[in-house]
Nanobody
Framework: QVQLVESGGGLVQPGGSLRLSCAAS????????MGWFRQAPGKEREFAAG???????FYADSANGRFTISRDNAKSTVYLQMNSLKPEETAVYYC???????????????????WGQGTQVTVSS
């Protein structure tokens, strides 16, 4: 069992930056693919960024070039640095852990086994 706790959300102006953190419990953190998803009101949860157990990042097209995901296995923590934020990126951001061990980077919600409670990100002037 893995418990995930997100932090770092808040209100930011368009074009601004935020850094989200996700702290994980358990001693097997380094074995998981980790992902960040977001869900806007009335919309489905969508993938934003992920990172493999070995530290290889992968991104949604909408996030590529503006978001940076990283992980610190010693601290069992994954981060999401978000730059140049847009109002349409207002959403609840969720951290998730995947036990998937296949040959591609998981982007589907169905491949993630554990979820945090989410942190609100509001992009508004």
């Amino acid at each position: 069992q893995v418990q995930l706790v997100e932090s770092g959300g808040g209100l930011v102006q368009p074009g601004g930056s935020l850094r989200l953190s996700c702290a994980a419990s358990g001693r097997t953190f380094s074995r998981y693919n980790m992902g960040w998803f977001r869900q806007a009101p009335g919309k489905e949860r969508e993938f934003a960024a992920g990172i493999s157990p070995g530290g290889s990042p992968f991104y949604a097209d909408s996030a590529n070039g503006r978001f940076t995901i990283s992980r610190d296995n010693a601290k069992s923590t994954v981060y999401l640095q978000m730059n140049s934020l847009k109002p349409e990126e207002t959403a609840v951001y969720y951290c998730a852990a995947s036990k998937y061990s296949g040959h591609y980077y998981p982007r589907e919600t169905s491949l993630y086994d554990y979820w945090g409670q989410g942190t609100q990100v509001t992009v508004s002037s």
